[in-house]
């Protein structure tokens, strides 16, 4: 098994529409992220977590959510998805220190 | 805040050619520098680091040499092959950022036989 493993890998949805994207680690850290990839931005912190009781705003928090129900566990959720939320959503875990990210395969949201 | 610049892509060369991909940052302190690499469809990898001024970071035949003087930490590797062609991202660790990776925009290679 991968050691951080997100679902779904692809969705297409309609615009309106709530989405929950889920992320599972198995590295056993307490720190977890969301980060967004469009074209020529490259990565853009969404939300993290420090621990289980620790949620924190990154630079692009509008529109999204986050739920931490474990160390092991991170969804993002969409309230309510526009079009321009469509690109690759990417879940990270890392060490206390931050040197040791180990990034999800990434879920491909299209909102139409 | 921190931030990093990296050079204007896409890069295409063919193989066995030079490559290089600039990098530069702005931050607070005494940052680490990454650089990370996406290949087709997967998430990213770290490719290689430097935690301090002048050392150098090497993998897989790439290297990268922490410059704080010109912060800068370029992506070099003297032969490149068709399977280096990913996406490679630059990215510090500041003093400020509180373990959070802050990125570049990504470079897109493209290497042809």
């Known amino acids: 098994d991968a050691d951080v493993t997100q679902t779904p890998r692809n969705r297409i949805t309609k615009t309106g529409k709530r989405i929950m994207l889920e992320c599972s680690q198995t590295?056993?850290?307490?720190?977890m992220y969301w980060y967004r990839q469009d074209p020529g931005l490259g990565l853009q912190l969404i939300y993290y977590s420090f621990d289980v009781k620790d949620i924190n705003k990154g630079e692009i928090s509008d529109g999204y959510s986050v739920s931490r129900q474990a160390q092991a566990k991170f969804s993002l959720s969409l309230e309510s998805a526009i079009p321009n939320q469509t690109a690759l959503y990417f879940c990270?875990?890392?060490?206390?220190?931050?040197?040791?990210?180990?990034f999800g395969s990434g879920t491909r949201l299209t909102v139409v | 805040g921190d931030s990093v610049t990296q050079m204007e892509g896409p890069v295409t060369l063919s193989e066995e050619a030079f490559l290089t991909i600039n990098c530069t940052y702005t931050?607070?302190?005494?940052?680490?520098l990454f650089w990370y690499v996406q290949y087709p469809g997967e998430g990213l990898q770290l490719l290689l680091k430097a935690t301090k001024a002048d050392d150098k970071g090497s993998n897989k035949g790439f290297e990268a040499t922490y410059r704080k003087e010109t912060t800068s930490f370029h992506l070099e590797k003297g032969s490149v092959q068709v399977s280096d062609s990913a996406v490679y991202f630059c990215?510090?660790?500041?003093?400020?950022?509180?373990?959070?990776?802050?990125f570049g925009q990504g470079t897109i290679l493209t290497v042809h036989p």
């Open positions: 590295k056993g850290h307490d720190r």
């Open positions: 990215a510090l660790l500041g003093g400020t950022s509180y373990g959070k990776l802050t």
């Open positions: 931050a607070t302190g005494y940052p680490s």
């Open positions: 990270a875990t890392s060490d206390s220190g931050g040197y040791g990210y180990t």
